[in-house]
């Protein structure tokens, strides 16, 4: 009986995996199966969009060629200038594409007289050593263009740089100007100070020696430098009695001296007001700062005198 069911069990066993197997064989066979028509699927769709195009070409080209028999000689000349037309077009568009925008030269219009300044130059032998001669002709023209580009680039940073170092030049001669200016100026005021007072010497030397000119008499008075309000007195009252003496012959002269006088005066007075003031200006401070002091300590003492009276 073991054995009998022993057997059973692995039978059963065998069988659940046979059906397992044949499922998984299903599977494969039906994914496969969709996927061969799906790639079928696509591939006549593919074929039926390439038929419709090839359709689609044969009508416009039957087309053009019933429009051909139909046209007049003169339609027929129009439509050639016109295509004509358009090849130049596109020609000067390629031409525009050689050149950058920075390089304002055509095939017309530049400085080397070349009419052929625009067609890309194609150097056989340097093809065949660096090993590019199977490049076709677009290719030749892209490279061509972009060392154009990569020339044309090289140019507008040289020629930035060469700008800066100009500039930077010009600021640096600015700036030496500028130098050379203030040293001049210094060098002015020093030879204007020195004349000035070799001047000065040739004067007290004249006046001394008793052959002064009038020149000598006047800068005495521009180097006047005040004397005090005492000796200023003295000088009005002489210069009085000079106009007395002298007749009045030079009145208008001794006026002058007088009025000098009279503002020199004037002057010191100012100062020493303004020197007063300031001194009765201090002591006003200290004795308000003494007032205030003496204020608060005998506010303060009456307020601590009736705190004790309230609490007696």
Known sequence: MGKRSRSRSRSKHESKRHHKISKKHKKRASSSSSDEVVALSS???????????????????????????????????????AKKLQKDEKRKALIQNVLPETIPYTDTNNPFNDNNLTDVFVWNKKLQTEGKSNLSKKQIEKMSRDRIVR??????????????RQ???????????????????????????????????????????????PVDLLARYIAYTGEDDEDLDDLVADIKVYK???????????NDITAIAQSELKKIERRKSENVHSTIQDDVQKVFKVCSLICTVIVESETIFDWSRKKC
């Open 43 to 81: 591939s006549s769709f593919d074929q039926r969009l390439e038929q419709i195009r090839i359709n689609k070409q044969k009508l416009i080209e039957a087309e053009k060629r019933k429009m051909k028999e139909r046209e007049t000689p003169e339609e027929k000349r129009a439509r050639r200038i």
């Open 151 to 164: 020339n044309v680039a090289e140019m507008e940073e040289l020629k930035r740089n060469r700008d800066a």
């Open 167 to 213: 500039s930077m030049k010009e600021d640096m001669e600015m700036i030496n100007r500028e130098q050379e200016m203030k040293q001049h100026s210094d060098w002015r005021k020093t030879e204007d100070h020195f004349h000035l007072n070799q001047a000065k010497v040739r004067s007290k030397l004249r006046i001394r020696e008793g052959r002064a000119k």
């Open 244 to 254: 007395v003496l002298d007749g009045r012959k030079n009145d208008n002269f001794w």
